[in-house]
């Protein structure tokens, strides 16, 4: 069945600090793949997402490359705030599209000023 | 913006109590979900539903029951509550057609049984 690893936490970093969280995937065809944020006491928000092999997603600074020759969906952002202490999500969603997200176990940053 | 909304937020509530969480949107969403998140974060898609009157239990067991009389309502109901029921509970409703099949969450209900 489809999968979803992500590096486990927490992560602490200073600000301006560059940021990788990794996450690798397992599933058939071609799943859509997204990145969800989720800030103390709120919901999960959608963060970026991308629907086909090579494509980037990007907002608010933050970036992750499908990459399906390696199965993977890094977020990277290049300075980080302490504004994006969170809990972020990698997730999938199967090609049938009939299907609910398969969410990693999420990863604490916490970016000290 | 995402226009799905749980209420209550939070919540304390004694063992044996039955408690409904809301869940409405306002996107004409035909799928909804409800995922149970526990202390260490990690989300369980406890049930779905994709259309009125359909509803399917996910991946993890719970003893929660749902409904779907209408397209824009999933309420969650438990009939006796315990301390083990204790956790944050994630409603969610998504659209495949043209949305890039994005799920919207809503902020989630804290809920405390003693």
């Known amino acids: 069945g489809n999968s979803v690893t992500q590096m486990e936490g927490p992560v602490t970093l200073s600000e301006e600090a560059f940021l990788t969280i990794n996450c690798t995937y397992t599933a058939t065809g071609y799943p859509s793949l997204f990145w969800y944020v989720q800030y103390p006491g709120e919901g999960l928000q959608l963060l970026l997402k991308a629907t086909k092999a090579d494509d980037k997603g990007s907002n608010k600074g933050f970036e992750a490359t499908y990459r399906k020759e390696t199965t993977s969906f890094h977020l990277e952002k290049g300075s980080v705030q302490v504004s994006d202490s969170a809990v972020y999500f990698c997730a999938l969603r199967g090609v049938s599209g009939n299907t609910p997200l398969v969410f990693g176990k999420g990863t604490r940053l916490s970016v000290i000023a | 913006e995402a226009d799905i909304y749980q209420t209550p937020r939070y919540l304390v509530i004694g063992t044996g109590k039955k408690i409904t969480l809301e869940c409405s949107q306002t996107m004409g969403h035909d799928k909804m979900y409800w995922y149970q998140q526990d202390p260490g974060m990690e989300l369980h898609l406890i049930h779905y539903s994709y259309g009125v009157n359909s509803t399917e239990k996910g991946d993890l067991s719970s003893e929660s029951t749902v409904s779907r009389i209408r397209t824009e309502h999933f309420p969650l109901t438990l009939e006796s509550a315990r301390p083990s029921h204790t956790s944050q509970y994630l409603c969610?409703?998504?659209?495949?057609?043209?949305?890039?099949?994005?799920?919207?969450f809503g902020e989630g209900s804290w809920l405390t049984v003693v």
């Open positions: 969610a409703s998504s659209d495949p057609t043209g949305t890039g099949n994005t799920i919207y």
